[in-house]
């Protein structure tokens, strides 16, 4: 599985941006999804995660009720985050990844497959 992140990019505070993470492989639809950043001189935190068909999806309290994660399997193969709201906290590099045990997990050791990752910088 390869994964590709885009749609990083400079915001303004308040602002919003749609992540999206491109997914090779015949099975994607079995995967769940997960977003992780990590800010400079930081480690890398959990942001949000998805099941394998969009029924059940996980966020970390710092993105609740601003960011929504969500698949499309039926044609593009490809996972978003979209951004709402934005804070200069949000600032990081933003990591797809999947995992192929089907859970939904706020954990980065249970994902097998990482993309490359896509910068996010939000301007006060």
């Known amino acids: 599985v390869q994964l590709q992140a885009s749609g990083g990019g400079l915001v303004q505070a308040g602002g919003s941006l749609r992540l999206s993470c491109a997914a090779s492989g015949r099975i994607f639809n079995r995967y769940s999804l997960g977003w992780f950043r990590q800010a400079p001189g930081k480690e890398r935190e959990f942001v949000a995660a998805i099941d394998w068909n969009g029924g059940r999806t996980y966020y970390a309290d710092s993105v609740k009720g601003r960011f929504t994660i969500s698949r499309d399997n039926a044609n593009k193969n490809t996972v978003y985050l979209q951004m709402n709201s934005l804070k200069p906290d949000d600032t990081a590099v933003y990591y797809c990844?999947?995992?192929?045990?089907?859970?939904?997990?706020?954990?980065?050791?249970?994902?097998?497959?990482w993309g490359q990752g896509t910068l996010v910088t939000v301007s006060s």
């Open positions: 990844a999947a995992d192929v045990g089907s859970s939904v997990s706020g954990y980065s050791t249970s994902y097998d497959y």
